[in-house]
C-alpha cells in the first residue's frame, strides 16, 4: 500500500522496484557506473543501413503484473530473452493525456498531443515518419505503422503544413482489413472494428491513409485467401498486427516500423484473468518480433528495437480510479512506466534509472537514424547516443 | 428518462435566489443535471448536492467567490468559456475538453476542495456525526470457481486475516449462504422506516441493503424468502434477470452507431431508449434503481459483457451513490471469449461466433479474487464505511473467509472453524 506517500515517491519507488528486479533477474549493472563511448555508430553508411523497430502497448500494463516480483511470470520473455539484451529504463512519465490514441501520438511526436482521443484526427506535430522520411529522403515503402485500431489510422502523418500529407507512414490496420477481406464471404467481422476499449460507445469511421485491400497482394504477397487462412488460426488482433508486420520484413523491409499492441486493454472490461492473458500474449509476440529480427537477413544485426507501454493504469489505492481497469486518476501508477531498447548501438545489461519522459523518444531516433526533429519538445537520450 | 421534480423547500428557496449564478461553470453540467434527475438520485446524493447548494447560498457573494477562487481562476486559464460545453449536463465532450487541459488536475483537486468545504460545514451543522451505524459488506466467491489456497487472498495485502468455516453438508453451501443473506436483509429491514424506498426526504435512508447478483440465484432466493416489506428496501440486482435489458441497450449501441456522428449522440440516444418493458419487475418499480442500471452499462466498464464486472461496478457506484448499510455481491462463472469476438465492444459472442461457449472457471476465479478487494477498497473511500464496517469475503471452493472486522465484532478474533450459522447470526447481531 502507498497511500501515504506522494506522487513522486510512489513514481521513484516504482523506478527503483524495477530496477532491483532486473538487477537480481538479468545480472544487469547500473548505467551510471559505465563510461566510455557510445556504442552508436554516427557513419552515414551504418545509418542508411540502420533499422529502427518501436512496440508500443496501446494498453498500458502496471508493474505488479509485469516487472514486480509478482509480475514476473507473465514476461519471461521480456524478462529472460529481452531484457538481457537490452539498455532498460526504469523511470519513464508521460505527463500528458492518458488516452492511448492521443498519447501514442505523442509518443510518435515528440510532443504531448492535445487532440480528441476519440476522433480520428491527425497529431496536430509532425510525427516520427515524416521527420525522418522528409530529412533522409526516405521512400514511403520505408516507414510503416502496424496499429491495433480504427481510432489510429491518422498516426501516420500530421496535418502540419511544412511535413503532412505524403511525408507519413502508410498505416495498416489488420483487423480492418480482415474485415474487408471477409466480405462477400458471408462471414461479416464488422464487429471487430468496434473495437475502442477505453470508449465502447463509440468508433470513429475511417478516413483515408490506411492501408487498402489491394494491397495485400501487391505489397505483402498476400492472397486475400491465404490471408484469412492464417487469421483463422489466430486467436487476437495482436497476434494478427505481429503476422501483418512480420510480413512487412520480409517485403518491404521498412527502416523504421512502429507497431501498437492492443489486447492488454481488455483490461478496461473488468476481467482481470484477460488483462494477464493479454500481457503474456504481448510478451510472447514481442520474443517471436525480436526472433524475427535475428531471421531475417535485412534485420539481422542493424536492427535497434524500442519497447515501451504509451503509459501504465490505475493503482488499485486510488480512490478516483477502479484499479487495473481504467487510466483515469493521472496517479503516478498511471503515469509511471518502462522503457527497453535493444540490438545495434545499445548496451546490454545495463539499467538507468534516470528519469526520462516518453516524449524523449522521437529526438532520441532523431539522433540515432540522422533526421532533426525540430519541433518535437522532448530531449534526446544521452544513454542511447 | 426526464424525472419529475419534488425538490425540498429550502432548495427551491436557494435556487430561487439565484444560487446557480454563484457557481462556476465548470460545476453547472453535474448540478444542473442532479437537479433535473432529483427523482433518479439516492438520498445520500441529494444529500450531497443539497448541502452543496444551501452551503453556497448561505454565504455572501464575497465568500462564494472565495470558496470559488480556484475553480475560477483555473477555468480562466483553461479557456473554458471558449469550449463547446454544455452547462446543462455531463457530456463525453465535457469530459474529453477537461481531461485534455493541461490543469485538468489542479481543477480536479480545487473541485475536491469546495466539496470538502462543503461537507465540514454540514457536518459541523448536524454536530460532527457521521452515520455511526453498523455495517457489512458480504461477498461470495462461489464454489464454481476454484481459488488457490496460497493465492486467494494476495490481492488483500493482509487487511484482514482467514477464517476456516465449518464443511457444510454437500449441497447446502449455496442455500446456506442464501440463508445468511436474506435473514440479513430482512434484519436491516426492520431496523428502517418507511417502506417505499422513494418516499420522503433526503434525511431517510430506502434502499439500505444492496444484493448484487452475477447471475440470479442470490436474488431469486431474496424474492422468495424476504418478509414481503423487505423487497421494497432492497434493491436487488440480478445480472442474469437483467439480460433482456443488457441486450435491447447492446442491440442499440451496436445499431446505431453508424448513423451517429459523437459519442454524445449515441450517449444521448441511449438514455432515451425505454428499458422499463426489459426490466424485472424489482428493478422496474423504482425508476432511481433503474436508471442506475442504464448508467452501470453506459460507462463503458465491463458491466454489459461479464457478469463479474456488473457486480464489482455496481456494487462500487451503489457504495458510492447510496451508502447501503449491508451491501452483498455473488461472482459467477464466465464464459471463455471466442477468438476475434470483440469481446468488450458489446457483442454478444454466442451472436457473433458459432462456436459453442466453454467455461472459464480458473479466469472466472482470477477475476473474481481481485475485483472482491476492489469492493472493499471502494467502500473504504467514504467515511461511513472506515470504522464500524464488518466485510466477509467467502471462498467457497476454500470453505474459508477472508475477515475484515472493527474490534467490536464478536468474531474478529476467532481461530476456530465456524460453522456458516455463526457468522450469520454474528453479522444479524453487528447490523441489529
Keep these: ?221 498476400l492472397s486475400v485467401s491465404d490471408f484469412m487462412a492464417h487469421a483463422r488460426t489466430l486467436s487476437s488482433p495482436d497476434e494478427l498486427s505481429v503476422y501483418i508486420a512480420k510480413r512487412l520484413m520480409k517485403e518491404e523491409s521498412p527502416s523504421l516500423l512502429w507497431i501498437t499492441m492492443h489486447d492488454m486493454d481488455i483490461a478496461h472490461s473488468g476481467a482481470y484473468s484477460l488483462y494477464i492473458e493479454g500481457i503474456r500474449r504481448t510478451d510472447r509476440l514481442c520474443g517471436e518480433l525480436w526472433a524475427a529480427v535475428q531471421n531475417e537477413p535485412e534485420y539481422k544485426d542493424n536492427t535497434t528495437l524500442f519497447i515501451l507501454p504509451d503509459f501504465g493504469r490505475d493503482a488499485d489505492y486510488d480512490a478516483g480510479g477502479n484499479g487495473f481497469q481504467h487510466h483515469r486518476t493521472g496517479d503516478a501508477a498511471s503515469r509511471t512506466t518502462w522503457m527497453m531498447a535493444l540490438g545495434i548501438g545499445v548496451r546490454e545489461k545495463v539499467i538507468y534509472d534516470e528519469p526520462m519522459q516518453s516524449i524523449d523518444l522521437v529526438p532520441s531516433l532523431g539522433a540515432i537514424m540522422g533526421f532533426s526533429p525540430q519541433l518535437a519538445q522532448g530531449k534526446p537520450i544521452k544513454e542511447l547516443l | ?155 488483500w495485502h493482509g487487511m484482514g486475516r482467514r477464517v476456516k468455516l465449518q464443511p457444510l453438508a454437500p449441497g447446502l453451501s449455496q442455500g446456506g449462504l442464501e440463508g445468511v443473506l436474506t435473514g440479513l436483509i430482512a434484519n436491516v429491514a426492520q431496523a428502517g422506516g418507511s417502506s417505499n424506498p422513494r418516499e420522503g426526504s433526503a434525511e431517510e435512508s430506502p434502499g439500505e441493503s444492496w444484493v448484487i447478483d452475477g447471475a440470479s440465484s442470490l436474488v431469486d432466493a431474496c424474492l422468495a424468502e424476504v418478509p414481503s416489506a423487505a423487497p421494497s428496501r432492497a434493491i436487488l440486482l440480478s445480472y442474469a434477470r437483467l439480460d433482456p435489458c443488457r441486450e435491447i441497450l447492446s442491440h442499440e449501441m451496436n445499431n446505431m452507431r453508424k448513423d451517429l456522428s459523437d459519442a454524445d449522440s449515441v450517449y444521448d440516444h441511449l438514455r432515451k431508449v425505454d428499458v422499463t418493458p426489459f426490466c424485472p419487475p424489482e428493478v422496474a418499480r423504482d425508476p432511481a434503481v433503474r436508471e442506475f442500471v442504464r448508467a452501470l452499462y453506459l460507462s463503458g466498464n465491463g458491466a454489459v459483457i461479464f457478469g463479474n464486472s456488473f457486480v464489482e461496478w455496481a456494487a462500487a457506484e451503489a457504495l458510492r451513490r447510496a451508502r447501503p448499510r449491508l451491501l452483498a455481491a455473488r461472482f459467477t462463472l464466465r464464459s471463455k471469449p471466442k477468438p476475434f469476438t470483440g469481446v468488450a465492444v458489446f457483442e454478444n459472442p454466442d451472436q457473433v461466433n458459432p462456436l459453442p461457449a466453454v467455461d472459464d472457471n480458473p479466469g472466472s476465479a482470477v477475476d473474481a479474487e481481485i475485483l472482491a478487494v476492489y469492493i472493499w477498497l471502494a467502500a473504504i473511500r467514504y467515511e461511513e464505511y472506515m470504522q464500524s464496517t464488518v466485510c466477509v469475503c467467502i471462498a467457497e471452493s476454500l470453505g474459508e473467509v477472508y475477515l475484515i472486522a472493527p474490534p467490536e465484532f464478536a468474531l474478529r478474533e476467532t481461530t476456530e472453524p465456524l460453522p456458516m450459522d455463526r457468522l450469520a447470526d454474528s453479522l444479524r447481531s453487528w447490523l441489529s
Design chain 1, 1 to 221: 500500500m502507498n497511500r501515504s506517500l506522494g506522487p513522486g515517491d510512489v513514481s521513484r519507488r516504482l523506478s527503483l522496484s524495477r530496477r532491483e528486479f532486473l538487477r537480481g533477474a538479468t545480472g544487469a549493472v547500473l548505467g551510471s557506473t559505465l563510461t566510455g563511448a557510445s556504442p552508436f555508430v554516427h557513419g552515414e553508411g551504418s545509418r542508411r543501413k540502420r533499422k529502427v523497430i518501436v512496440i508500443t502497448f496501446g494498453g498500458g500494463a502496471r508493474d505488479q503484473e509485469t516487472f514486480a516480483p509478482q509480475g514476473q511470470e507473465n514476461i519471461p520473455h521480456l524478462l529472460n530473452e529481452l531484457a538481457p539484451q537490452s539498455s532498460f529504463f526504469t523511470h519513464v512519465t508521460n505527463q500528458g493525456i492518458l488516452g492511448h490514441y492521443v498519447a501514442t501520438a505523442s509518443l510518435a511526436t515528440g510532443v504531448y498531443e492535445t487532440l480528441n482521443n476519440f476522433s480520428a484526427v491527425p497529431p496536430d506535430h509532425p510525427t516520427v515518419f515524416e521527420y525522418f522520411r522528409k530529412d533522409l529522403r526516405r521512400p514511403s515503402s520505408d516507414a510503416w505503422v502496424v496499429a491495433p485500431s480504427n481510432g489510429f489510422n491518422r498516426i501516420g502523418e500530421s496535418d502540419c503544413r511544412s511535413y503532412g500529407p505524403g511525408l507519413g507512414a502508410t498505416v495498416i490496420l489488420p483487423k480492418h482489413l480482415l474485415q474487408a477481406a471477409s466480405s462477400g464471404s458471408g462471414l461479416s467481422l464488422d464487429h471487430l472494428l468496434l473495437d475502442n476499449y477505453e470508449n465502447p460507445l463509440y468508433t470513429p469511421t475511417l478516413e483515408g491513409g490506411e492501408f487498402e485491400l489491394n494491397q495485400l497482394d501487391q505489397i505483402l504477397r
Design chain 2, 1 to 155: 428518462m426526464e424525472a419529475s421534480k419534488k425538490l425540498p423547500e429550502k432548495l427551491q428557496d436557494a435556487l430561487q435566489e439565484g444560487v446557480l449564478k454563484r457557481l462556476p461553470l465548470t460545476f453547472l453540467p453535474f448540478v444542473n443535471q442532479q437537479l433535473r434527475e432529483w427523482d433518479f438520485l439516492f438520498p445520500n446524493e441529494r444529500r450531497s448536492t443539497e448541502s452543496l447548494i444551501i452551503y453556497v447560498n448561505s454565504r455572501s457573494p464575497g465568500q462564494s467567490a472565495a470558496l470559488f477562487r480556484d475553480v475560477v481562476r483555473l477555468e480562466n486559464e483553461m479557456g473554458v468559456r471558449q469550449w463547446q460545453f454544455s452547462t446543462e449536463e455531463q457530456t463525453i465532450r465535457n469530459s474529453s475538453q477537461l481531461a485534455r487541459s493541461p490543469q485538468f488536475q489542479q481543477w480536479r483537486q480545487a473541485v475536491q476542495a469546495v466539496y470538502d468545504e462543503a461537507d465540514r460545514q454540514a457536518m459541523q451543522t448536524s454536530g460532527g456525526r457521521v452515520n455511526p451505524r453498523n455495517r457489512a459488506i458480504v461477498i461470495d466467491i462461489p464454489a464454481s470457481l476454484p481459488m488457490e489456497e496460497a493465492e486467494a487472498w494476495r490481492h
